[in-house]
């Protein structure tokens, strides 16, 4: 390790050219995983070629990386500063605000990459999520649908369609498109946690069960799957394996209000008051800090 860190210090001191700078925070930096010595290269870059886009587009991707999505932001934004056409930039600027909740700003980014280039597939399917998140049911139908035209087997887009049709509470066709997804990748995670809440209302509580689980064997860091797991739980009388499952769910998304919630609930039903009080206040706390935000 020694070594290799010797070798980037002596690479950002000799080397001058920006686009080998690029390449190098590319290779020994984003693709190793070692994000720190991607923003040295990229800085060095920006240094020599301060009106170098990529340069900016780039160091704001190794700060994604680190999950500070507001220096993120603001790379990206010098990015768009420079090269207004820089679609990619875009694209991620509004992950990062449909992160944030900001959905407005999300949803004008991925439309202005779409100005740019309409068969965006990655721009259109995130404008869907947003719409979804955002309540426009009809608009994110539409679309996931024009996403499904540049790419036939978008799982994401599918997945979205199924969850839409969750929201208009159409069963069927939430059920089939969700099943389209799984069948297209066995092995994308978000459409049996969806699944999973439709069995929920069905009082299916067994499958329900096994498809929360199984949403989780294939990806152990999805909060959402942890928690609805946990409240099938809570409704069928196992209370300390309903803790377990929101306690999960609150330890990989700290800021997860209902998750929080739940956990109190499970708490105070199974007589533990001071566990549910200690839990109910971080809700609280967190609702109130979401209030002054907005």
């Known amino acids: 390790m020694q070594g290799g860190k010797y070798l980037v210090e002596r690479g950002i001191k000799e080397i001058e050219?920006?686009?080998?700078?690029?390449?190098?925070?590319?290779?020994?930096?984003?693709?190793s995983g070692l994000f720190d010595?991607?923003?040295?290269f990229f800085?060095?870059?920006?240094?020599?070629e301060p009106n170098n886009y990529?340069?900016?587009?780039?160091?704001?991707?190794?700060?994604?990386?680190?999950?500070?999505?507001?220096?993120?932001?603001?790379?990206?934004?010098?990015?768009?500063?420079?090269?207004?056409?820089?679609?990619?930039?875009?694209?991620?600027?509004?992950?990062?605000?449909?992160?944030?909740?900001?959905?407005?700003?999300?949803?004008?980014?991925f439309l202005e990459a779409l100005d740019i280039k309409p068969d965006y597939h990655e721009a259109m399917v995130?404008?869907?999520?947003?719409?979804?998140?955002?309540?426009?049911?009809?608009?994110?139908?539409?679309?996931?649908?024009?996403?499904?035209?540049?790419?036939?087997?978008?799982?994401?887009?599918?997945?979205?369609?199924?969850?839409?049709?969750?929201q208009l509470n159409d069963t069927?066709?939430?059920?089939?498109?969700?099943?389209?997804?799984?069948?297209?990748?066995?092995?994308?995670?978000?459409?049996?946690?969806?699944?999973?809440?439709?069995?929920v209302d069905k009082k299916n509580y067994e499958y329900a069960i096994k498809l929360f689980e199984k949403s989780i064997a294939l990806n152990p860091f999805y909060h959402?799957?942890?928690?609805?797991?946990?409240v099938v739980y809570a409704m069928i009388g196992d209370l300390s394996e309903a803790i377990e499952q929101f306690k999960t769910a609150v330890e990989l998304a700290p800021d997860y209000f209902e998750a929080?919630?739940?956990?109190?609930s499970a708490f105070e039903e199974a007589g533990d008051l001071e566990q549910a009080e200690f839990y109910e206040n971080k809700a609280y706390h967190l609702e109130e800090e979401e209030k002054e935000e907005e």
Request: glycine share 8%; aromatic share 10%; charged share 20%.
């Open 37 to 40: 010595n991607a923003i040295e």
């Open 126 to 166: 995130n404008l869907a999520i947003c719409y979804l998140e955002r309540g426009d049911i009809e608009e994110a139908i539409d679309a996931c649908r024009k996403a499904l035209l540049f790419d036939s087997n978008s799982v994401v887009a599918y997945n979205t369609i199924g969850r839409a049709y969750m």
């Open 43 to 48: 800085g060095k870059a920006i240094e020599l």
């Open 224 to 230: 959402l799957a942890y928690n609805n797991l946990g």
């Open 172 to 199: 069927d066709k939430a059920i089939e498109f969700l099943n389209k997804a799984i069948a297209i990748d066995s092995n994308y995670y978000e459409p049996y946690n969806f699944l999973g809440l439709i069995y």
């Open 260 to 264: 929080l919630h739940n956990l109190a």
């Open 54 to 109: 990529r340069a900016w587009f780039l160091l704001g991707v190794a700060y994604d990386y680190q999950g500070k999505n507001q220096k993120g932001n603001e790379c990206y934004r010098k990015a768009l500063e420079i090269n207004p056409d820089c679609i990619e930039a875009l694209v991620n600027l509004g992950t990062n605000y449909s992160k944030e909740g900001n959905l407005n700003m999300a949803i004008e980014c």
């Open 17 to 31: 050219n920006p686009d080998e700078l690029l390449e190098m925070g590319l290779i020994s930096g984003i693709q």
